[in-house]
């Protein structure tokens, strides 16, 4: 049995390497009779591209997160919200609490969760303005990926959501088309941002998990004594991204450091007070997300 | 082994349909989706095309391609290249074979604007044939020189191929390409205008005398002001930042349409069918592009990059040998296809053999593949560069083709001194500090 | 039936043409907005590359109606005359037709059927719609291209039109 595994990451990116370390770990413990394919770099195409591929039975699993996955499954809303988790620690604890309901809700979606990674906390940065409160934000643009909660939750905190792809943002930044982005400090390093940015306030508005589905045709395919080894690796899988990232990022702020970014811890409260109204209506809208949100929220009590 | 099978059936299958003259997008699709028949089931293969024509195509710099073309076109009917003929007339003008000089630099300086090479050998050979014959140059030299020359608009900027390139290769900076571009785009009109002079040379052909005051030369340097502005306007936008590579290309369309009003030489009518022209081309240019997506996908899903590398890397690990097979191997494949659907295809095979394996910049490459497909343009078998120059220059490719072999030999030690030197294509991007 | 084709095709090209317009507009509309009214819109990128996709596949489709619009490599073929030519045009013909039929019909419809209850990033458009396209552009490619293999193998038949 062969699968194959795409991730829109590239290959030197923490889920592509733990996801090859997972390929191996697999073949080794099935004795050969599973292998996994890792297709890194997005060559199969963008995430939703993918996911379609993988309802369709072209692809057996996909590295996506949960702006994509709300498509086809409602309860990954939930993950969208701003300042849903309190730090990295609440993120694991509330994971672990809600991940099963999580990923094996709505089978007729034609996928289950497998596994989660996290994708560290989106902050603010800046090429001048020091961001220390939403009052800052007013009248800035800062860059959002294409995505529509994002875009809105990013306006909610008082800056214009200025939507440019990936490729192009640099020269945005530099040439001042946007004051800013948004996102973990990786990407400072892996968008050569650093050249630009000087400010990265801590204020964390996003935490949103990385997700690893695997189609349900192809789980009923592995017996028991693989299924098992498939939720072991998977464990594994979510331990050794946290690793890779967790030195990735101490790097990242080390190296923009050296290169005159100056980062900030900020008071969270006033952003969080601006975003309350987003919990508001996804309970009025979507109550299997909601009652999900209650879940991470206790668990991190 | 399916990889192999893949390969197997792929290859014989796109030349047969290549040869048999069906639409090349038609033999793209079809001899792609019959090799994945191998590995994935009839439905899914079916699903899987009809997403990759969508999401093929589903990128906001696709845009840049109709608008540059958009651009061209207006300025092709808006009299804008014979401005810039006078002007080049004026610089080489006392070269021997004069006309052949200012043929080069004309469609150095349209080429610029339109970065199409068909657009430009269609509007400068067309306009300076007449001419040249005139002045007793044979047909078929004139034809080649511009023909030689008609490509330097895919390398310098602002360029369709060049976007192109950046888009397939997920995203190297448009900035940094057309900056790239910009010397090796030189090189190679320079070549062309010092093969020109020895061939000018041995047949005695005239130089122009000038017999214009300074006050009419300052007067055809005035007229061709507006033209050269767009250079001004939409590369110092996009070097700038005012604007992105899309938003400059639109912005092209948006000048070069007040400049055919100023020098009022585009109807309303003539306007009208430029547009439903270029709506139409554009439809076959990206159809072919989301086709070609279609096999890039099924290259990549049958893992077939990575054999390519593998064997390449078999052949030899020494770097200057394998870009030197790199090079020929697309030569050849130049000579039958154009540089659009190459670009397509070889960009997922061989970037990662040469930024990942050889650490080469992604802009460097970039460039030395356009330059590379460049050559391709003007070669026959297939050449749309050749074709429209021949057409233009009312003569015949046979008779081309003798004085088009020392420009490709030329043109081949331009590419290797791109390829080998990388600072060439490299020192104006670091300048501006991409 | 020619009338109806003459209408259909004219129809199809002026809707392009719009199309081209509509994007040069919105593209300059989108730097203005930044700059002018410093407030870039939300749903200039979305529109224009949904725009650009219905242009390229109404575009394609049209250019199957005509001889030799889509590129293509006619060196060999035009070596012959007579009936190897119309084997030749035959098998074009048939290519044209068996890719339409699997890859934009039949995958365009289950396209548009996987897109049912997904909606677009920044306008909420239903993607089912917007996918309509691709089985639509395989219908009129058909369509258009049966009409122009008619005319074609008529033409070499009676050695006429450069045949
Ligand atoms: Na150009
Ligand atoms: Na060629």
């Known amino acids: ?301 | 082994m399916d990889t192999n099978l893949v390969i197997m059936i792929l290859l014989p299958l796109f030349l047969v349909f290549m040869f048999s003259g069906i639409p090349i997008a038609i033999g793209i699709g079809l001899s792609s989706l019959a090799a994945i028949l191998v590995i994935l089931p009839f439905d899914m293969v079916a699903f899987q095309g009809a997403q990759k024509m969508f999401g093929g195509i589903n990128s906001f710099g696709m845009l840049a391609v109709p608008f540059f073309m958009l651009a061209g076109n207006i300025m092709n009917h808006g009299g804008i290249a014979r401005k810039l003929i006078d002007l080049a007339l004026m610089f080489g003008g006392r070269m021997p074979g004069a006309l052949a000089h200012a043929n080069v630099m004309g469609n150095m300086l349209f080429g610029t604007l339109s970065g199409s090479g068909m657009a430009c050998t269609a509007a400068i050979g067309g306009t300076m044939a007449p001419i040249q014959k005139e002045k007793g140059y044979n047909p078929a030299f004139s034809a080649a020189i511009n023909i030689a020359s008609g490509p330097v608009g895919m390398l310098i900027p602002p360029s369709g191929l060049l976007i192109l390139f950046s888009i397939v290769s997920g995203g190297v900076s448009v900035a940094g390409l057309f900056m790239g571009g910009w010397i090796p785009g030189i090189l190679w009109g320079v070549a062309v205008m010092i093969v020109a002079y020895f061939m000018a040379k041995k047949h005695n052909l005239p130089t122009e005398k000038s017999d214009r005051t300074f006050g009419q030369k300052l007067k055809v340097f005035w007229d061709a002001v507006p033209a050269l502005m767009l250079i001004v306007i939409v590369m110092g936008g996009i070097v700038g930042g005012v604007f992105t590579a899309t938003e400059g290309a639109a912005v092209a369309v948006v000048y070069s349409l007040l400049l055919s009003f100023y020098y009022r030489t585009i109807s309303g009518k003539m306007l009208l069918k430029t547009l439903s022209d270029t709506a139409l081309t554009t439809g076959v240019i990206l159809f072919l592009v989301a086709v070609s997506s279609l096999m890039s996908w099924i290259m990549a899903y049958a893992q077939i990059p990575q054999m390519i590398g593998e064997t390449l890397l078999q052949l030899t690990d020494n770097r200057i040998v394998l870009l030197l097979i790199i090079n020929i191997s697309l030569l050849i494949l130049g000579t039958f296809m154009d540089a659009t659907p190459a670009i397509l295809i070889f960009t997922p095979i061989l970037m990662p053999i040469c930024t990942g394996m050889f650490g080469m910049d992604p802009i460097h490459f970039g460039v030395m593949m356009i330059f590379n497909l460049g050559i391709g343009n003007i070669t026959p078998p297939v050449g749309c560069v050749l074709f429209v120059g021949a057409a233009v220059g009312d003569t015949k490719i046979e008779k081309i083709i003798p004085f088009l072999l020392p420009v490709f030999a030329v043109l081949f030690g331009v590419l290797l001194l791109v390829t080998y030197v990388p600072s060439l294509t490299l020192f104006l991007p670091r300048l501006i500090g991409l | 039936m020619v009338k109806f084709r003459n209408y259909l095709e004219k129809a199809v090209l002026s809707l392009i043409t719009v199309f081209l317009v509509l994007l040069v507009v919105m593209a300059s509309w989108q730097v203005f907005a930044r700059y002018i009214l410093n407030a870039p819109p939300q749903f200039t990128d979305e529109a224009m590359r949904f725009t650009m996709i219905w242009l390229v596949y109404l575009g394609a489709a049209l250019a199957f109606g005509i001889t030799d619009r889509h590129m293509s490599l006619g060196l060999f073929k035009d070596m012959f005359k007579g009936r190897t030519r119309i084997m030749f045009e035959v098998f074009s013909f048939a290519c044209v037709l068996v890719f339409c039929l699997i890859v934009m019909i039949k995958g365009g419809i289950a396209l548009v059927l996987i897109g049912e209850g997904q909606y677009s990033d920044s306008m909420n458009l239903p993607m089912n719609w917007v996918y309509m396209i691709i089985p639509f552009s395989g219908f009129l490619s058909v369509l258009l291209k049966t009409q122009n293999f008619v005319e074609v193998v008529k033409d070499i038949r009676s050695g006429s039109n450069g045949y």
């Open chain 1, 1 to 301: 049995l062969t699968l194959k595994v795409s991730d829109s990451h590239n290959n030197n990116h923490s889920t592509v390497v733990a996801l090859n370390e997972f390929s191996s770990a697999i073949e080794e413990r099935t004795g050969g009779d599973v292998e996994v394919q890792v297709f890194g770099a997005g060559v199969l195409g963008t995430e939703s591209e993918m996911i379609n591929q993988l309802r369709m039975g072209i692809l057996d699993m996909v590295r996506t997160a949960p702006t994509d996955l709300e498509k086809f499954n409602p309860v990954y809303s939930a993950f969208l919200l701003p300042y849903l988790f309190k730090d990295a620690a609440g993120v694991e604890k509330a994971m672990n609490a809600v991940k099963d309901d999580v990923f094996h809700s709505h089978p007729d979606s034609g996928f289950m969760g497998l596994a989660w990674n996290t994708a560290g906390a989106r902050s603010f940065y800046t090429v001048d303005k020091e961001i220390n409160s939403p009052a800052d934000l007013e009248g800035l643009k800062i860059r959002v990926p294409n995505s529509r909660s994002m875009t809105q939750a990013v306006e909610m905190l008082g800056a214009t959501a200025t939507p440019v792809p990936w490729g192009e943002v640099y020269t945005a930044l530099q040439q001042g088309i946007v004051d800013g982005a948004e996102g973990s400090p990786t990407s400072l390093i892996d968008g050569k941002f650093v050249e630009v940015i000087r400010h990265f306030s801590f204020d964390r508005h996003f935490t949103i998990p990385d997700v690893l589905i695997i189609s349900t045709k192809t789980w009923d395919k592995l017996n028991d004594e693989q299924k098992a080894i498939f939720k072991e690796e998977a464990e594994n899988y979510t331990k050794r991204v946290a690793v890779l990232e967790e030195e990735k990022v101490a790097k990242a702020i080390e190296q923009s450091k050296e290169q005159g970014v100056t980062f900030k811890d900020v008071d969270l409260d006033p952003f969080k007070a601006r975003v309350m109204p987003l919990y508001d209506e996804l309970r009025a809208n979507n109550e299997e997300a909601a009652e999900i949100v209650s879940r991470i929220e206790a668990a991190q009590e």
